[in-house]
């Protein structure tokens, strides 16, 4: 076939729309951080050395998206929404999308150990929900 007749017959087919898949909505929590209270601790529990480089770890394996180091200093924010029950005991996480499911997790499991007998009776109120927040800081 000559490139005549193959341009002649390309000009006789109909166009064929490709149909372009339409961009996920983007999600937004329901979750209203700001107002959540922050989680009455005993005493504020701190990511000890091996907790931050499993943090660091898992956001270069996975290949997470990192915060930017501030003068050779990197933090990295997990927040959790914990709900606690009547008995003061954590019922349920949800962790603060970050991009990272895996530290997304590692932070609420965290927070679970972190308030087991450590939280303020008299400041928690069975069924409500409040905000924890992790910070993982390391040097570049």
């Known amino acids: 076939m000559t490139l ?7 000009q006789a087919m109909p166009l064929v729309p490709v149909p372009v898949p339409a961009a996920p909505p ?3 929590s329901p979750i209203d951080w700001a107002a959540l209270p922050p989680l009455p601790y005993r005493r504020t529990p701190q990511p000890t050395t091996a907790m931050v480089n499993f943090v660091v770890t898992e956001l270069r394996r996975n290949e997470c998206p990192r915060p930017m180091p501030v003068k050779g200093r990197t933090q990295l924010q997990v927040d959790v929404a914990v709900l606690i029950g009547e008995d003061d005991l954590v019922r349920a996480t949800i962790p603060r999308a970050i991009g990272c499911p895996t530290v997304e997790q590692y932070g609420a499991g965290l927070v679970v150990s972190f308030a087991r007998g450590n939280l303020m009776p008299h400041f928690v109120n069975e069924g409500g929900w409040y905000r924890a927040s992790l910070r993982f800081d390391w040097t570049e």
């Open 26 to 28: 983007i999600a937004r």
């Open 4 to 10: 005549l007749a193959l341009l002649t017959l390309m």
